[in-house]
């Protein structure tokens, strides 16, 4: 295996009732690593037929899988949990190559994506009900719960194993069938991960996976097929307002998982040094390709400076280049539309009055698409920088003079996915806990991602929970029988 080599076998054919085959058209679509711009693989480009015989083989599977013991379920995601944690080398590598982010940070997210698998192998056998006495006492209320049935699910390229696992963990444990549409710059993760599933004993067509690139086109007509019962999307929010629309037809259960402009606090009686860690953690986690991203660093005037001195120091120290070598700590960008939206945000934000502190310059001579560290001081508060999700390694600084401006700030955005804040204060962090406008909240800390958590935002930032007890409620009918007083006959 040469340096840019992907692990022999991977595969690069769709899954569709658990055969892997080419395109019908014969497509194929170029996977890029971004690191180089040069092309990795060819990977069959999914048709409108072949989506329609994906979602034909999810429906012929539906009531078998349902039907299985919900033992034998989690059992199946036991077995893919250990398997894709023995297979973290190449799975780390096929992330790394296809989506750029440095090896270690791509072996975190086999550790993190992996997870969701354990949650829910452990949850599948805790779907429960209830029955209950009537508040009048002559009825009994039985509550159950049922698989909602056949689900799409549509992933992007930030974290191409994780977004997948965290959909498709909770579907499986549920009793659904699924169709997964990767994006279509990184669907090498989703497909070595769907060949771990086959071999973890998941039957045919129980997961299918169709990368394509023509998203509107394969996915429209499946959204309006009733047989589709669920949408889940992780993705940008105004695909997933569009999304929304086309679900209404049918009335579509959906969770959408979307945009962020996550403020982080930093308040004058936080330990800096801490804080400075946690925003490394909450910037440049994932290259800041990530919707839980730190979009603003809102920080007390009385400690900008020490804060603001500290973070370029650290920040200055990140390697940049191709993930695979080891002592790199940021990758490149994931193409190049992603890295012009990047700096043209720092370029307007300069123009309306932000200074550079580092970085703020896409290298000339690099082939692949790296956009380095980049720290703004000064900048105003109506800047687009701040409304933007930026999705890229650049913080912009903003000074507030006390915790109710700190919170007006906080909560300016149609966001409302994740907030940081940073204080030694404990009313204070309760009250940041009640007032911020959030999905969720990190309390000195810059991570919030958790497998055993209710992952999910608020306002424009989505609908539905991931993770966590409430992951696999997503995939679940509620079932009322009114019963007739049994004592009484
Ligand atoms: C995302 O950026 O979409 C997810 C990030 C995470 O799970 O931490």
Redesign the pocket.
């Known amino acids: 295996m040469s340096a840019a080599q992907l692990p022999e076998g991977t595969p690069t054919q769709l899954l569709i009732g658990g055969e892997w085959r080419d395109a019908s058209s014969g497509s194929t679509i170029t996977v890029v690593n971004p690191a180089t711009g040069a092309a990795l693989a060819s990977v069959a480009d999914a048709s409108v037929a072949d989506g329609a015989a994906a979602l034909d083989a999810a429906v012929a599977a539906q009531e078998s899988w349902a039907a299985k013991p919900p033992r034998e379920r989690g059992e199946i995601l036991r077995r893919a949990w250990e398997l894709t944690i023995a297979r973290r080398d190449e799975l780390a590598r096929i992330i790394t190559l296809e989506m750029g982010k440095p090896l270690a940070e791509s072996l975190g997210e086999v550790a993190?994506g992996a997870e969701f698998l354990r949650w829910f192998s452990e949850e599948a056998v805790r779907i429960d009900g209830r029955y209950t006495l009537s508040p009048d006492g002559r009825s009994r209320l039985l509550v159950l719960h049922r698989p909602v049935g056949p689900s799409l699910f549509i992933t992007?390229w930030?974290?191409p194993l994780?977004?997948a696992t965290?959909k498709i963990a909770p579907a499986l444990a549920a009793g659904c069938t699924s169709v997964l549409k990767p994006a279509s710059q990184t669907p090498l993760t989703a497909l070595a991960f769907a060949a771990i599933l086959l071999e973890a004993g998941v039957p045919a067509g129980v997961v299918n996976v169709i990368p394509t690139s023509q998203a509107g086109a394969v996915t429209g007509p499946l959204i309006t097929d009733d047989r589709l019962r669920k949408l889940s999307f992780?993705g940008s929010t105004p695909t997933g307002k569009r999304l929304i629309r086309d679900s209404a037809d049918q009335v579509l259960r959906v969770s959408m998982?979307l945009g962020?402009n996550a403020p982080f606090i930093v308040f004058e009686d936080a330990d800096v040094d801490a804080a400075v860690e946690g925003a490394l953690v909450a910037k440049l986690?994932?290259g800041g390709?990530?919707?839980?991203?730190a979009n603003r660093m809102l920080v007390h005037e009385r400690v900008a400076e020490e804060f603001s001195r500290k973070l370029i120091a650290r920040m200055a120290g990140y390697v940049q280049g191709d993930g695979l070598d080891a002592e790199v700590t940021i990758g490149p960008l994931i193409d190049e539309a992603t890295r012009a939206k990047v700096s043209g945000l720092v370029d307007e934000a300069v123009s309306e009055g932000a200074t550079i502190a580092l970085g703020g310059a896409a290298p000339a001579d690099t082939a692949g698409y790296f956009y380095p560290p980049t720290v703004l001081t000064g900048v105003p508060q109506h800047a687009r920088i701040l409304s933007e999700e930026i999705f890229g390694p650049v913080a912009p600084i903003v000074t507030f003079a006390d915790e109710s401006e700190a919170i007006r700030l906080a909560n300016a955005s149609e966001y409302g996915l994740v907030a940081f804040a940073y204080t030694r204060d404990l009313n204070r962090a309760l009250r940041l806990a009640e007032r911020l406008e959030t999905g969720m909240f990190g309390l000195n800390t810059g991570?919030?991602?958790n497998p055993a958590a209710p992952?999910g935002g608020v306002k424009q930032s989505g609908l539905g929970r991931e993770g966590g007890a409430e992951g696999i409620c997503e995939f679940l009918e509620t079932v009322y029988v009114g019963i007739a007083d049994p004592l009484a006959s």
Do not use: D, H, K, Q
Not at 289 to 293: I, R, T
């Open positions: 993190y992007p930030n974290f994780a977004m965290r992780t998982e962020g986690r994932n390709e990530a919707c839980v991203a991570l919030v991602s992952f």
